[in-house]
Every structure is written in C-alpha cells, then in structure tokens.
C-alpha cells in the first residue's frame, strides 16, 4: 500500500507538473493570440492604406503610359523627319561630291592644258629660236595670213646651216639653236614672243589650212639640224687617247684568250692524268682487294666495277663478292660479318697500295667470328709493318695480337685511370719471375715429410702458396 501510496504520489506530482506546464503555454498561447490579433490589426489598417495607395498608383501608372505613348508616337514621327533628313543629306553631299569631283577633274585638265601649252610655247621659242631670222619671216608671214617664199627660205636655211657647221655659229644674227632664251638679246627674244603671240592669235580664229607635219618628222628635221653642232677643238686628242686605249684593250683581250687556252689545254691535261692514274690505281686496288678478300675469307673472289667507266668524275663503284660456298652476289645480299669482312679487305687493300702512318679501327672484329679473328689479326700485322694501328676492340683474339694495351679502371677511391701495358715488358718480367723461381733452392723429402708431421694443414697451406 506504501508503494502504491508512493506512485500515486509520483503521479499526481508529475499530473500537477503537466497541469502547471500546460498553464504556462495556455498562458504563452493566449499572450500570442492578443498579440496576433493585434498584428491582424495593423495588417487590416495596413492593408486598407496599401490599396488606396495601389489606386493612386494605377491611375498614375495609366496617366504615365497614355504619356509614353503619346511621347513615342512624337517621337517615331521625328524618327521618321530625321531619317528623310538624313538620306537627303547623304544625296546631296554625294551630288556635292560629284560636283567637286568634276571641278577638281575640270580644274586639272584646264592645268595640265595651260602647262602644256606652256611646255609647248617654251618648245616653239626655242625651236624659232635656232631657226634665228627665218623663223621671224615665217612668223611675220603666219601673222598677215601669208606663205613665206620657200626657194627664200631654204637657201636662207641652207646657208645658216653651212655657216654653223664652219664656224660653230649661225650666218645671220639670230637666236643660236639649244642655247637659252634668257642668254640672247632682248629685242630678239621680244620679236619672238611678240610674232608667236600674233600668229597664236591667228591659229586661234582661223587653223592653219595645211596639215602640220608629222611629230617622226619633226623630230628627224630637229635631231639633223642639232647634229650639226660646234666643232669639238680636242677631237684629235680624244681620238688618239681612245685608239691607245683601244690598243691596250686588244692586247689584255688577246692575254685573256691566250691564257683560257692554256688553261683549258692544262685542264685537259690534268683530266687525262687523273683518268690514266685512276684506273691505274684501280686495277692495283682491285687486285689487292681480290688479294684480302681470299686471305680473310680463305678462298673465294671478290671484284670491284665502274658503274660509268666513261665518265669518271661521276662513277661509282660495285662490290661483287664469293665467300667460299656461296654464289657471287652483291655487297648488300652479304650477311652482317661477311659485309664486314668484305670492308676491312676493301680498306687493307686500300692500305697496301697506298701506305698511310697510322689508321685508327674501331670496333671493325665485332661481328667477326674467332676464325675471321685469326685471319683478321694475321693482315693487321702483316700491314703493322708499314702502318701503324689504333684498334678499338673488345675482341680477346685482336687484344692478344696487339704490341700494347691501353685501356681505363676505377680503382678503390673511384677514380678513372688510364693504364697501360706493353706486352712485350709483360712476356719479359713474366719469363725472369719464372727463372726467379727456377733458381729457389729443393726441400729434400725427408725434412718436408718431417716438416709435415706435426702440422699437416700449414704445410699444405705452404705449398699451395709457393705453387701460386
């Protein structure tokens, strides 16, 4: 009864608890309801303001686009006006330019015809000019609309052209031809200029009836007449000095070609040579080749052809070669070592018709077998007699054949070292530490045997040092 007495109790605490709790939010709730209700007010209030302001706004949203509208309509009409305007513009400033384009052209075509007729007044003056009185008759005779005598003028032509050519000058006072207007009288230039302007005056209200010369020969009439210039004083002297120099331009030009002869005749010469000491030399290459070969091989053939023998400058050289067994056949259908050995034949033989001091082979044995090897060593020292070899080889049977051997090690503090070893200085201490030992006094027997007894494996180990 005390433990159901106790849980009631327990109970009712944790039921008053609940009860107080659910007071508190009651409580709680209420305040916020208030408070809700409070708010739901203002919203109303708020609400109610909003809309009226929502109403001023739309009327003045409608009053602002009937605006806008009215503004846009304004201004696609303007749009419109300045879009006229401007095309207009734009035909008229291109009707401008082709106005100013056409006044530009009207005003250089009037410049370039003043220049010209200018050009052509200064030519016409100088022209009259070296023509001196005659051209004035014949202006005289242009201005009143007459012909000037033309037996008159000729003769009067003829004879200034004569005295011109004697004496450099013109006959009768005048203008001289090619010289500047400036340089002559005044009064002739004046009667110049004055004749030309009255008969321009004519040509311009009544042209010539005649048709004017042909500008060929004009120029043929103006080249003569210039061509008869002032007699050079220092003629002679040039002539001479342009005969001497004629003569010794002859002369070098006779030097030349004798000298391209010779050298030509020496070139030929030289082809002949080298054609004759060519083939000279290689039928001996040929044959000491075919000499090698057979050495290096043991028999077999091998012979070298001229792939152009009548042009030597630009032939080449075939190898065809007969290992014994074989076929003949070319250099390229060789194996790796009969190429190989087919080489160093081609290269002693080159070495025995044409001694050198020294040759330098590097690794040539290494496709060689150790038979090539043997044969390989027995001509290297054959040609070691003449010429001195450098051989690269990490072939035992070359290295043996060699007089001396160079080579590097790394020793213990790993530094490369460059050692070296004659084998002859080898073969000499080798055979005087045997004699050394040959002359070390016998142990007899008995006293060895004895020797041996109380300690057989010092006395083994004794001997197997003084064998070593």
Not at 237 to 266: I, K
Not at 324 to 339: I, Y
Request: hydrophobic fraction near 45%.
């Amino acid at each position: 009864a005390d433990a159901a007495r106790r849980d009631a109790e327990r109970e009712r605490a944790r039921a008053e608890a609940a009860v107080a709790l659910g007071e508190r939010r009651l409580a709680q709730i209420e305040a916020a309801a208030a408070n809700l209700a409070g708010r739901r007010g203002a919203v109303e209030r708020a609400r109610s303001a909003s809309a009226g302001a929502v109403e001023v706004a739309s009327e003045a949203a409608a009053t602002a686009i009937a605006r806008l509208e009215a503004l846009l309509a304004e201004d696609a009409e303007d749009r419109g006006r300045l879009g006229d305007a401007e095309r207009a513009t734009a035909t008229a400033r291109e009707a401008l330019g082709e106005v100013q384009g056409a006044v530009r052209l009207a005003e250089r075509e009037e410049l370039e015809a003043r220049l010209a007729l200018e050009s052509l007044r200064e030519q016409l003056l100088v022209e009259l000019a070296g023509l001196g009185d005659l051209g004035l008759r014949h202006l005289r005779a242009e201005r009143r609309g007459e012909a000037p005598e033309s037996n008159a003028d000729d003769q009067s032509l003829a004879t200034a052209v004569a005295s011109f050519a004697d004496s450099g000058s013109p006959a009768e006072p005048g203008l001289r031809a090619g010289t500047d207007l400036a340089d002559e009288a005044p009064s002739d230039v004046a009667r110049l200029e004055r004749g030309l302007d009255a008969a321009a005056r004519r040509w311009a209200s009544e042209p010539p009836a005649a048709d004017a010369p042909s500008p060929a020969r004009l120029a043929l009439l103006r080249r003569r007449f210039h061509e008869l210039g002032a007699a050079n004083p220092y003629a002679v002297e040039e002539h001479a000095a342009l005969a001497a120099r004629l003569d010794s331009l002859e002369s070098q030009r006779a030097d030349l070609v004798a000298a391209v002869a010779r050298t030509r005749e020496l070139i030929s010469e030289l082809d002949e040579l080298i054609a004759s000491q060519f083939r000279t030399t290689f039928g001996a290459l040929e044959r000491a080749f075919d000499a090698r070969f057979r050495q290096l091989f043991g028999g077999g053939f091998a012979r070298l052809a001229l792939t152009e023998p009548g042009d030597l400058a630009a032939t080449g050289i075939e190898i065809t070669a007969r290992p014994p067994g074989k076929k003949a056949q070319a250099l390229a259908m060789l194996s790796g070592g009969e190429r190989a050995l087919t080489a160093v034949a081609l290269l002693f033989a080159m070495l025995e018709i044409r001694p050198v001091p020294f040759c330098v082979l590097d690794e040539v044995d290494a496709a060689l077998d150790e038979a090539n090897i043997g044969r390989f060593t027995d001509a290297l020292r054959e040609l070691g007699q003449r010429t001195q070899f450098v051989v690269i080889t990490h072939n035992r049977g070359t290295i043996e054949t060699a007089d001396a051997l160079y080579g590097v090690t790394v020793g213990d503090d790993s530094i490369s070292r460059v050692i070296s070893l004659r084998l002859e200085d080898a073969t000499a201490l080798a055979e005087a530490a045997t004699a050394e030992r040959r002359r070390e006094p016998i142990i007899p027997a008995g006293l060895a045997t004895s020797a041996a007894a109380p300690d057989e494996a010092g006395s083994a180990g004794s001997e197997v040092a003084s064998s070593t």
